[in-house]
């Protein structure tokens, strides 16, 4: 949402009208998950996919700890221009918009982590 504001995008709002569903209806299925199998299998999916992979591995990894890594690397311009088109991204100039992108693949390590633990321990892989 800061980046919204920030870069006066306000195509990146969209993430409001995806991760609050998402985080509505994974509080709700967490707590049938212990008594309802389909209601596991579908917070497991929802987690995956929109915490995990979305939010935690694209958002933050690589839109944001990849990109900062190249950038201050010295990564050739041109390069990163491929990777990241501009309009579409940003190259780091605003900290704060950095730092909780940053927060976000960091956050993303223990959920992995975590998930990894909840699938197991359920079905004993």
């Known amino acids: 949402m800061y980046g919204a504001i920030a870069y006066h995008t306000s195509w990146r709002l969209h993430v409001l009208l995806f991760s609050i569903p ?3 209806v994974t ?3 967490s ?3 212990a008594a309802k199998p389909w209601a596991f299998w579908l917070y ?3 987690t995956l996919l929109a915490a995990i992979i979305l939010i935690g591995i694209f958002e933050g990894l690589y839109n944001h700890v990849l990109k900062n890594i190249l950038f201050f ?3 050739p311009g041109s390069s990163m221009e491929k990777l990241y088109p501009r309009g579409t991204y940003e190259m780091p100039d605003n900290f704060f ?3 909780t992108g940053i927060m ?3 956050i993303a390590i223990p959920l992995i982590i975590y998930f990894i633990r909840l699938t197991s321990q359920k079905y004993k892989l």
Request: charged share 10%; net charge neutral.
């Open 22 to 24: 998402v985080l509505v």
């Open 31 to 33: 707590r049938l998950a």
């Open 97 to 99: 918009f950095e730092i």
């Open 27 to 29: 509080l709700i299925l």
């Open 44 to 46: 497991w999916i929802i």
């Open 104 to 106: 976000q693949g960091i």
């Open 73 to 75: 690397s010295g990564f």
